[in-house]
């Protein structure tokens, strides 16, 4: 069984292309089994050609009720990530998870709190350690490395959180 594995484009910014490109490659028999390299990339499988659609969900901590509904309307789990993002799949012409503006914009919601939680708290640290490096250049020169150190690693972190906040923030709006 063939594997191969493409690059998503940021489930925040690009979920619909990516649904699409998933969808035209289960047609050329390149089925998503699962998300690899700390979500970055979609792990495909090779298989028979399939007319399937994707749709993606978040939900924070879901209980066997929440795939029961899916597998009900005809939805099968194909993977999630971080107990949050979850993919499914089902055969062209299943009727969509969600059907009105409102009730996709939702979808949002509550990633959108985390994300900004996350990127509040990121934000903070960061700057204690941007601070606690401007004071040890004076002070504590050899802190002054680690302090940086840390300091680039709580931008990453913020960088990571608050892009994705902004987009699915737009996002909501625009559903409006």
């Known amino acids: 069984m063939k594997t191969k594995y493409i690059m998503n484009g940021g489930l925040a910014f690009s979920e619909k292309k990516d649904i699409k490109k998933l969808e035209k490659l289960a047609a050329e028999g390149w089925l998503l089994e699962g998300l690899a390299w700390g979500g970055f990339c979609y792990k495909l499988v090779q298989g028979p050609a399939q007319d399937l659609i994707y749709t993606i969900d978040f939900q924070a901590t879901p209980d066997s009720d929440y795939f029961d509904i899916f597998k009900s309307a005809g939805w099968r789990h194909i993977t999630s ?72 690693i709580s931008s990453m972190a913020f960088i990571f959180c608050f892009m994705p906040y902004l987009s699915y923030k737009f996002k909501a709006q625009a559903k409006q």
């Open 81 to 152: 990530s971080g107990q949050q993002i979850h993919i499914f799949a089902a055969p062209k012409g299943t009727p969509p998870i969600y059907s009105g503006n409102e009730i996709e914009e939702g979808k949002y919601q509550d990633f959108t709190v985390n994300l900004g939680k996350g990127a509040l708290y990121s934000f903070l640290i960061m700057l204690v350690f941007m601070l606690l490096m401007y004071l040890s250049k004076s002070y504590y020169a050899f802190m002054y490395y680690p302090l940086f150190a840390l300091t680039l």
